[in-house]
């Protein structure tokens, strides 16, 4: 009877913990995300260009140096965002070079991660020890090291990539890069700062003027 009784209060305590462990792997995996907030230029403007990209993107590689131009160019007037859309069935390294970029952002340097990961791409695209340089690169920002890893990893920045994901697949997009003017996809866009002018202006257009 004794033994009995043992084995009972014995198995109350393993389901009490495993219900304990189930509660705890739940709470891990539902952190909640409104994704990123990277952004750049005049953050009121009513004129808002968003780009979706995978680092690791042969496109969005050719694309940067004219999003650049454009950025400077309109900086006094529009504001430019940018978010992640690493497509890691297609790019082995795409998901880590975008949590690295968000761990800089918790640091400051979202920025100046972004251009050199876009600037150096050649080096990264396909290297096994892809955590290794990205490491190297916020040395190279001077990002507290420790910080940098515990950010890379944690589950806030997955939550954060993937509320990304979520948002571009809700928008139409279906590759990178995937640019959205205030709110509408935008359809095979010519990769030219005069195309992309000529989209702003239009938009500028219709703010009304004070």
């Known amino acids: ?18 219900g304990l462990v189930a509660l ?10 409104n994704g990123s907030d990277n952004l750049y230029g005049k953050l009121d403007s009513p004129v ?5 990209v995978d680092f690791q993107c042969e496109a969005c590689y050719a694309f940067y140096p004219t999003v650049k131009a454009v950025k400077e160019k309109y900086k006094d007037q529009v504001k430019f965002q940018v978010k992640n859309f690493p497509i890691s069935s297609a790019h ?14 918790k640091q400051g340097k979202f920025w100046e ?15 096994t020890n892809r955590d290794e340089v990205f490491a190297s690169f916020a040395n190279e920002l001077s990002l507290n090291p420790d910080q940098f ?17 979520d948002e571009v697949k809700r928008l139409g997009g ?25 989209m702003l202006d239009k938009e500028l257009e219709k703010v009304p003027k004070n």
């Not at 705890?24 to 995300?33: G, I, M, Q, Y």
């Not at 808002?48 to 979706?52: A, K, P, S």
């Not at 990178?176 to 935008?186: A, D, Q, R, S, Y």
């Open 1 to 18: 009877m004794e033994n009995k009784r043992l084995l009972i209060i014995i198995g109350v305590i393993i389901v009490g913990f495993g």
């Open 24 to 33: 705890t792997k739940l709470n891990a995996t539902e952190t909640k995300s």
């Open 48 to 52: 808002q260009l968003t780009e979706f």
């Open 92 to 105: 082995a390294n795409s998901l880590a070079a975008a949590a690295s970029a968000q761990a800089a952002a």
């Open 113 to 127: 991660m972004h251009n050199l990961l876009f600037e150096r791409q050649k080096m990264w695209e396909n290297d």
């Open 149 to 165: 890893k515990s950010d890379v990893a944690s589950s806030e920045t997955r939550a954060t990539i993937n509320a990304d994901l």
């Open 174 to 198: 279906d590759g990178t890069p995937t640019f959205v003017l205030n709110g509408k996809k935008i359809d095979n866009p010519e990769n030219s700062i005069e195309a992309f002018s000529a």
